[in-house]
């Protein structure tokens, strides 16, 4: 499945280009995820999922590379459910483009799901993917408009390396329901049909969670 989105970072793409090599900055900036570890340009981290009252946890591992001539960052992700068959692979880039005092970032994804998420389908996902890249975009200006990538004596983080990560605290879940929904609704004609594209969800969500073991 390949996904592609798009959003604005306030700050130069010499900033930009800075801070998306430090994973350490960037990764809190996702909804649902908690890095680990990282060593070079390796990285694990946790993520968590909510349908309803069901939570679904991964752990995954993941490398970065980049392309400075083509200002593009890339990630190969893979990472499977703590419990439960379900299991994640992704390769993630983003291009970097110089839009006067802004950057303008272009991620296209090429993703690879199993379990339970996969039921929702391409044209769900793609919807929902959307709204979390802009949640992530949000926490990423909030995040920019307190610290800059460069720090007070002038000295920027190394790419790949940050020593100070730590086991990070339990993720935020990120709650898919409450994504789901509001696409159901937009992608309705009429408010009855979103009516019954919301209840057909529930009803499918039902059948998934009582075939599936309750996840962390």
């Given at each position: ?56 946890s991964y752990r995954g591992q993941g490398t970065l590379s980049r392309n ?149």
């Amino acid at each position: 499945m390949q996904l592609e989105n798009r959003f604005t970072v306030p700050v130069p793409l010499s900033d930009t280009w800075k801070l998306f090599q430090d994973i350490g900055a960037v990764a809190p900036c996702m909804p649902g995820a908690v890095l680990d570890t990282v060593e070079d340009d390796s990285f694990t981290g946790r993520v968590k999922i909510k349908v309803g009252a069901v939570q679904m946890s991964y752990r995954g591992q993941g490398t970065l590379s980049r392309n400075e001539a083509e200002h593009t960052v890339t990630l190969d992700l893979s990472g499977s459910e703590t419990r439960g068959a379900g299991t994640a692979a992704a390769k993630v880039t983003a291009q970097l483009t110089p839009d006067g005092d802004y950057t303008r970032v272009t991620v296209r994804t090429d993703l690879d799901l199993t379990g339970r998420p996969a039921q929702f389908g391409r044209g769900i996902l793609a919807d929902v993917a959307d709204r979390l890249v802009q949640q992530f975009a949000a926490k990423l200006a909030d995040y920019l408009s307190v610290r800059q990538p460069a720090n007070d004596s002038g000295v920027t983080t190394q790419p790949g390396v940050n020593a100070s990560v730590t086991a990070g605290p339990e993720p935020e879940a990120i709650d898919l329901g409450a994504a789901v929904l509001p696409v159901l609704a937009k992608r309705a004609a009429k408010p009855t049909a979103a009516l019954t594209g919301a209840a057909l969800l529930i009803w499918l969500l039902a059948r998934m969670l009582r075939r599936s073991p309750r996840a962390d």
